[in-house]
């Protein structure tokens, strides 16, 4: 027994490792282990015998138990000791900067917008970029021969060979929000609607994609007049200066009378300024809503008329900020996002101030 143990305490205390150790186990305290085989043996001794070597033989498996889980343990902290010795971490050391994104211009205008004309009491209603023809054109007063559809280079969808349907197109403009708009709330309605717009056309001027803001207002008495007070006090609150409007008769299918808007600029030293001079900016076009277009929208023109805008925003963008080519509005070019971009936490409000 005295052999027995030396042997095994000797080897557990050598032992390298948890699966050297689990070895030992087996050969000492397994089932078919020295000790255990020993221990079989006590039913072939005599009482006497076996009183003596009964006990003995118990705190040797007892004995050898307890090294093999102490030895267990020595080995975990030894491994966590190598770990830590190893993984380590200066947590006094600076943080890595990160460079925070920014707020696109068209982001931020569009925002501006919202805010001025909120305070107007105008609503934000959105349309899906992909319309029918219907709500794009026809209900618009722009029937199917009409030249304004040709003009406007649409983008259209695909149909299935044989499907005779007219194809859905993307949308060519936010005027087919007005006709939602009327068939949601009916009248009377104060809302903007922001947001993209399509076709087919490219240069510094123009690209595929861009950004316009709708206006409809309908009430009992609404009128030319109203408009005309609307739209200088949003210029004069967008640019942060007084604006003067000049309205120019014009046409439009979806408006009667109709006008295109001016506002005074000047180009004094080769760049544009908004508010000064005696020159005009073309910046929208607007007018009475066709009697039609209501009737479209569900709305009775004998009870209700109003006034519609459509403004680029990306040109008001361009001519605030002083951007000079939109196409770079779409080319993600970092260089020019952090250049042209605003503070995430810069939200434009009427009394924070628009004009940064
Ligand atoms: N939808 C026109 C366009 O994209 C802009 C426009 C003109 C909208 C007159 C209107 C309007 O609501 O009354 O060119």
């Not at 919202?114 to 026809?138: C, H, K, L, R, S």
């Not at 929208?297 to 925003?313: C, K, M, R, V």
Request: with cysteine; glycine share 8%; charged share 25%.
């Amino acid at each position: 027994m005295d052999d027995l143990r030396i042997k095994y305490i000797d080897a557990i205390a050598a032992a390298a490792d948890e699966a050297a150790l689990e070895e030992l186990r087996l050969q000492a305290v397994g089932k078919k282990g020295e000790v255990s085989l020993k221990m079989r043996e006590l039913g072939k001794m005599t009482p006497e015998e076996r009183q003596v070597a009964g006990p003995a033989l118990n705190a040797l498996k007892n004995e050898i138990n307890s090294a093999l889980a102490a030895k267990k343990v020595a080995l975990a902290d030894a491994a966590l000791d190598a770990r830590l010795a190893t993984e380590w971490l200066d947590v006094t050391l600076p943080a890595r900067n990160r460079r925070v994104g920014t707020i696109h211009p068209i982001s931020q205008v569009t925002e501006e917008v919202t805010a001025i004309f909120a305070d107007m009491g105008f609503a934000v209603a959105e349309g899906p970029q992909i319309e029918t023809d219907w709500y794009n054109f026809d209900a618009l007063n722009i029937p199917g021969h009409h030249p304004a559809r040709a003009e406007m280079d649409t983008f259209y969808t695909h149909r299935a060979e044989g499907d005779e349907r007219a194809p859905h197109v993307l949308r060519t403009h936010t005027s087919p929000v007005q006709i939602r708009s009327m068939e949601k709330t009916g009248a009377p309605i104060r809302i903007i609607c922001p947001g993209r717009v399509y076709r087919a056309d490219y240069d510094q001027t123009h690209t595929p994609m861009f950004h316009q803001v709708e206006g409809l207002a309908l009430g009992r008495d609404i009128s030319m007049a109203n408009l005309k007070w609307v739209l200088e006090e949003f210029f004069s609150a967008f640019f942060g200066t007084e604006v003067k409007t000049r309205f120019r008769a014009s046409h439009f299918p979806f408006t009667e009378p109709s006008a295109e808007v001016d506002i005074q600029c000047s180009w004094e030293g080769g760049t544009v300024k908004v508010g000064e001079g005696d020159d005009w900016l073309e910046v929208l076009g607007s007018g009475m809503v066709h009697p039609k277009v209501l009737e479209a929208g569900g709305i009775d023109p004998n009870e209700y008329q109003g006034f519609a805008f459509g403004i680029g925003i990306d040109r008001l963008a361009m001519l605030k900020y002083g951007i000079p080519d939109l196409r770079a509005f779409f080319d993600s070019d970092l260089r020019w996002l952090r250049h042209y971009g605003f503070a995430s936490l810069d939200q434009p409000t009427l009394h924070g101030g628009l004009n940064r």
